[in-house]
């Protein structure tokens, strides 16, 4: 069975500092990968996805980066946090592209 | 304009009523999927129905893509269904994006 695992599962930061959220895939080799946030109150909208390790493509411009340094981890990260950057991220997988995505259990980033 | 559009914003029933949500897109569809956002704010897939109609207890979804609309039929609702309820679509034209509504906030008079 295929396991998604998010770490952290929250985390307060300060505005500037840095950030590194991750996403782990077990269970299926070579699947697509995908960012989503959510600020409260907010709509769920993609950030970021990746159909291969090394290749990543930006969906929304949040002063964000992602990469994928292995076929089975996502990594989310920024060098300076804004407080717009508070929310809920998500994190996840799909065979290919247009079929069935599943979810990580996400992380709360809240940015003081 | 906005691809994915859900009604109502919210719903309040009684306890034992049925409820129907919404979700009516404006592109051209290849799947569609629906999600029980908890209040932490991880989602619980509910189904993944590009077409027709699936069961799941007591949750029926149907998808017409000539009419462009989906439904979430809830039966005999309980407290436990309170919550929010996302639909979202991948758009036919082979996107790896989801684009998500903005969800119906369904709670339950007890």
């Known amino acids: 069975a295929q396991t998604i695992h998010q770490w952290p599962v929250a985390e307060i930061k300060a505005v500037g500092s840095p950030l590194s959220l991750g996403c782990t895939i077990k269970?299926?080799?070579?699947?697509?990968l995908y960012w989503y946030w959510q600020a409260t109150g907010g709509t769920l909208q993609q950030l970021f996805y990746?159909?291969?390790?090394?290749?990543v493509e930006s969906v929304v411009q949040l002063n964000l980066s992602a990469s994928r340094p292995k076929d089975d981890q996502f990594i989310l990260s920024t060098e300076k946090l804004l407080l717009s950057h508070s929310g809920f991220y998500l994190c996840?997988?799909?065979?290919?592209?247009?079929?069935?995505?599943?979810f990580g259990k996400g992380t709360r980033l809240t940015v003081v | 304009g906005q691809q994915v559009q859900q009604s109502p914003a919210s719903l309040v029933l009684q306890e034992g009523e049925n409820a129907e949500l919404q979700c009516n897109f404006s592109?051209?569809?290849?799947?569609m999927q629906w999600f029980y956002q908890r209040p932490g704010g991880s989602l619980v897939s509910l189904f993944y129905?590009?077409?027709g109609t699936k069961h799941s207890g007591r949750l029926t979804s149907t998808t017409v893509i000539k009419e462009r609309r989906s439904s979430l039929h809830i039966s005999s609702s309980q407290t436990t269904d309170s919550g929010t309820y996302l639909c979202?679509?991948?758009?036919?034209?082979?996107?790896?994006?989801?684009?998500f509504g903005k969800g119906t906030k369904f709670s339950l008079i007890p």
């Open positions: 129905n590009p077409s």
């Open positions: 996840a997988w799909s065979l290919t592209r247009n079929t069935e995505v599943f």
């Open positions: 592109t051209s569809l290849n799947s």
């Open positions: 979202a679509l991948s758009p036919g034209t082979g996107s790896n994006r989801l684009t």
């Open positions: 990746s159909i291969t390790v090394g290749q």
């Open positions: 269970g299926k080799s070579s699947p697509n």
